[in-house]
């Protein structure tokens, strides 16, 4: 079931101004850096331990090493994968203002890329969601055959994960998306 299915979230939607002590302090970041408090964020408020979590761990993979395109482009391929409207759309955005266009992100949803850089950590991207991280020594070469260094090979595992923590968030919990609807492409 998406997102999208239905227009209540299966948890409140805590108001910023309503929050107190580290719950405000997190979403008031959130809403400066965003302009607004996407609800998302506004679901996993619930949780201070987990808004913590998530927002500290887009901080750190922000200033990362593999860009914010490339984590962008690996955003939408989970996203899509596991068929989180919410995540698909916040990304798609996202990866717009990182500078990627419309076409690569569509190709992306697919786990494709004009670039074989790219291209190579979509599809390890993919298959790690699709294995749950089951792969191989093989799969990992095929990054490095591809340029990718080993602190690149931990960050881009490390997306994965977080995505996997937002797409999960937003699907099970229907929290309704509050940005530009992209639609989902099918499974490869």
Known sequence: MSATSSSVARVPLVDRNAATGTVR????????????????????????????????????????????????????????????DYCLAAHTALGRKAGVSGEALAAAQSGESADPRTAAVLRFVLQLVNERGQVDAADVQALRDQG????????????????????????????PVDFPGVKLRPAR
């Open 25 to 84: 302090a997190v979403l008031d970041q959130v809403h400066g850096a965003f302009g607004a408090t996407p609800n998302m964020f506004r679901a996993v408020a619930n949780s201070p331990a987990a808004l913590q979590s998530m927002w500290g761990a887009f901080g750190a993979l922000g200033g990362g090493v593999i860009g914010a395109a490339l984590g962008e482009q690996i955003a939408v391929a989970v996203a899509n994968r596991n068929a989180c």
């Open 148 to 175: 990718v260094n080993d602190e690149q090979i931990v960050e881009i595992v490390a997306h994965v994960a977080l995505n996997l923590f937002t797409n999960y968030v937003n699907v099970a919990l229907a929290v």
